[in-house]
């Protein structure tokens, strides 16, 4: 069955970079859009960003664009969220989430990894 299994992360200095990983199981990360989505406590859902079956990626919000990136190792059947210049508003649990289009609808998610961006 589709499973997704986020690590990496973890307390980090505002300004300061973390990559944070997706593994997935019963499908091929390629062969299928994974959005990264964030939720902070007290907040709604927000949507980071895609890469597409193709490669291509979707910014769901601009505000991200310069900060963070998707990448992805297709041997290693696993999505990385790169993010850089973290800012105390970036604190939220991250989750990785099959997307087919890109268009931030969500089919399966995963736990999510706790991020914190604090001095």
């Known amino acids: 069955q589709v499973q997704l299994v986020e690590s990496g992360g973890g307390l980090v200095q505002p300004g300061g970079s973390l990559r944070v990983s997706c593994a997935a199981s019963?499908?091929?990360?390629?062969?299928?859009?994974i959005g990264w989505f964030r939720q902070a406590p007290g907040a709604e859902r927000e949507g980071v960003l895609c890469?597409?079956?193709?490669?291509?990626?979707?910014y769901y919000t601009d505000s991200m664009k310069g900060r963070f990136t998707i990448s992805r190792d297709n041997a290693k059947n696993t999505v990385y969220l790169q993010m850089n210049s973290l800012k105390a508003e970036d604190t939220a649990v991250y989750h990785c989430?099959?997307?087919?289009?890109?268009?931030?609808?969500?089919?399966?998610w995963g736990q999510g990894t706790q991020v914190t961006v604090s001095s």
């Open positions: 019963g499908f091929t990360v390629d062969s299928y859009g």
């Open positions: 890469i597409s079956s193709g490669g291509s990626v979707t």
């Open positions: 989430a099959t997307d087919g289009d890109c268009s931030g609808e969500y089919e399966y």
